[in-house]
């Protein structure tokens, strides 16, 4: 479902990935249609894999090409004015010519394997339901009819569901005497979460590949029924895994340059959305958050991030850039990176995190199964699904330099490393932590505090924001109340920690400082902005213990306010 924001006659469909809804809006369309024709005319591909990190438009893509081509419409009037219209025969003879099948695997997923199988069975009889035309058509095969039916009734045996692609491009053919263009997006949702571990669940990769590795085969093996297929997905898994005795199949990954142009937003695209919307002026925050993708050699933004923030700034000129895209998905692979010990990953996520690049050999051909095998195929992952990107937008073969795209996706390591910090930090250590800073402890609260830096990764050249979540990451869970830059005084304070039950408060303000030598001074300046906006005004009713606490790279230093300061807060 998409909703629209319409502000100086700019309208943003938020969360819009069906093409017809946005172009019968009104809704600001990013023109890609010219994919179709390279699609079509330029290559000879039987069936073609795309490949991209989630919320980069292959949806939205899929919804596209199923509008051009597809027999039951007449979209002429959605492609005027676009880049595809500009080539006539080609639009005479491929526009609304053809049968399209399309199907999504996106929801296909659960704890168990016969939940993630039943959800399978409900999207195949979705798709007949929206075909039930050709369970009246008097050209289809009765055999196949039979299916049909047990499919959308949900009736079918396995062999019928592992066939039904097949069966329903044979039924679309024989009823319009055309062969069918089968679109299948996100194929791989299914194998991701059958791989995952999941506490409540349990690993059911190995039945749910033998699933899909069927539907894939049958529907686009030597199909004498289809003109061709589009498959959309993150990952290419191996083609011995899964495409097994697919001809003339291929496959674009964010690592190739062909069809790279078409996902994404490049700069001339976001520079005439903004002057579109009267926002010309937040370009350099753009780039900053959403910005530094290089997909082939071409550099792009999220879509899915630009199109949000642009909503959000038409509805309020003063909203801030905030991570639109870890919202959309889990993000264990960083976790489960993380809780790899036998990589050794530590020194590499630092130089990451600070900004750097490192470099590793990288493979966009996988199989689920094995990616936590070798440390390059998690480096792989992590390139593939967009957490991290190529350095060099010239640089080739195997071994690239990789980086952090952005802010955004900086914010995703930053939060997931704290979190995982706080599940592990030993508990003995915090309780003794806490004791220095409920009694006023300065010298055992700041070695405390650096010890705990010196056992997790961080940002050693980075903005204070690392460190305000560090702390907070410490805090949360352990039975207080914790809150985080809200309102107080005429400010915020970084952290402000209620003991309810003994009726006691930390306030925290956290500086980062640029060298040793300024961490007294940085730490006094915490104090004075406590005092002179006001932290503890109004909290007579608690013990207030106030700090100032600045950091350099993994030292910390603990500094309370005195007795005769706190008169004044």
């Known amino acids: 479902m998409s909703s629209g924001i319409l502000v100086a006659d700019v309208k943003i469909a938020v969360g819009g990935e069906l093409f017809e809804r946005i172009r019968n809006d009104g809704c600001y369309y990013v023109d890609k249609t010219e994919l179709i024709y390279e699609l079509v005319q330029n290559t000879d591909n039987s069936v073609t894999l795309f490949t991209r990190p989630r919320r980069f438009g292959k949806t939205l893509m899929m919804s596209m090409i199923r509008s051009f081509f597809d027999i039951n419409r007449n979209s002429k009037t959605l492609f005027e004015e676009l880049d595809i219209s500009r080539h006539d025969e080609f639009c005479a003879k491929w526009q609304n010519q053809y049968p399209v099948l399309s199907i999504t695997l996106k929801d296909t997923e659960a704890l168990t394997f016969n939940t993630a199988y039943a959800k399978l069975k409900n999207t195949i009889a979705d798709v007949c339901k929206k075909n039930e035309n050709l369970y009246t058509s008097g050209k289809v095969n009765r055999g196949d009819l039979e299916i049909f039916e047990r499919l959308m009734f949900n009736r079918a045996s396995d062999y019928e569901v592992q066939s039904s692609l097949l069966v329903l491009t044979r039924m679309m053919s024989a009823h319009y005497g055309k062969p069918v263009i089968l679109l299948i997006d996100e194929y ?17 990769y190995p039945q749910m590949l033998e699933v899909i590795r069927s539907i894939m085969s049958s529907a686009l093996k030597s199909n004498e029924y289809l003109k061709f297929g589009v498959v959309t997905g993150c990952l290419r898994i191996a083609k011995e895994s899964i495409f097994t005795g697919v001809n003339n199949l291929a496959s674009y990954s964010v690592l190739d340059d062909r069809f790279s142009s078409y996902f994404g937003f490049n700069q001339d695209e976001v520079d005439q959305l903004l002057k579109a919307a009267d926002l010309e002026e937040k370009r350099d925050v753009f780039r900053e958050w959403y910005d530094g993708y290089i997909f082939g050699s071409d550099a792009v933004y999220c879509p899915w991030d630009v199109v949000n923030y642009t909503a959000a700034l038409l509805y309020r000129k003063t909203a801030r850039p905030k991570n639109y895209w870890k919202n959309t998905s889990g993000n264990g ?3 489960d990176f993380i809780e790899r010990r036998e990589f050794h990953i530590e020194g590499k996520f630092e130089t990451l995190m600070n900004g750097g690049t490192i470099r590793q050999t990288i493979s966009d051909e996988l199989t689920y199964d094995n990616l936590y095998d070798a440390e390059d195929n998690l480096w792989s992952v992590l390139l593939m699904t967009g ?5 060099d937008p010239e640089e080739e073969g195997e071994t690239v330099s990789l980086r952090i795209p952005n802010a955004e996706i900086a914010s995703i390591f930053q939060d997931t490393v704290a979190k995982y910090f706080s599940e592990h930090v030993n508990d003995a250590d915090l309780r003794s932590m806490m004791t220095a800073l409920w009694s006023g402890d300065e010298e055992e609260a700041t070695k405390a505090i650096s010890d705990f830096l010196w056992q997790t990764i961080s940002y050693m050249d980075y903005h204070e924001d690392y460190y305000h979540v560090f702390l907070a990451g410490i805090f949360v869970g352990r039975g207080y109340e914790v809150e985080s830059n809200k309102e107080r005084g005429l400010g915020r304070p970084e952290i402000k920690l209620t003991d309810r039950p003994n009726r006691r408060i930390l306030i925290i303000e956290a500086k980062k400082s640029d060298s040793l ?13 406590i005092i002179d906006e006001g932290y503890a005004k109004g909290l007579d009713d608690y013990h207030v213990t106030c700090y100032g606490i600045a950091f350099y790279k993994k030292s910390a230093l603990v500094k309370k306010l005195v007795a005769a300061e706190k008169e004044t807060v």
Do not use: F, S, W
């Open 188 to 204: 791989d949702v299914p194998l991701a979460k059958a791989n995952e571990e999941k506490e409540a669940g349990e690993r059911y």
């Open 517 to 529: 030598a300024q961490m007294k001074h940085d730490c006094d300046a915490a104090l004075h902005q």
């Open 387 to 391: 957490y991290l990107t190529k350095a």
């Open 333 to 335: 692979i960083i976790k």
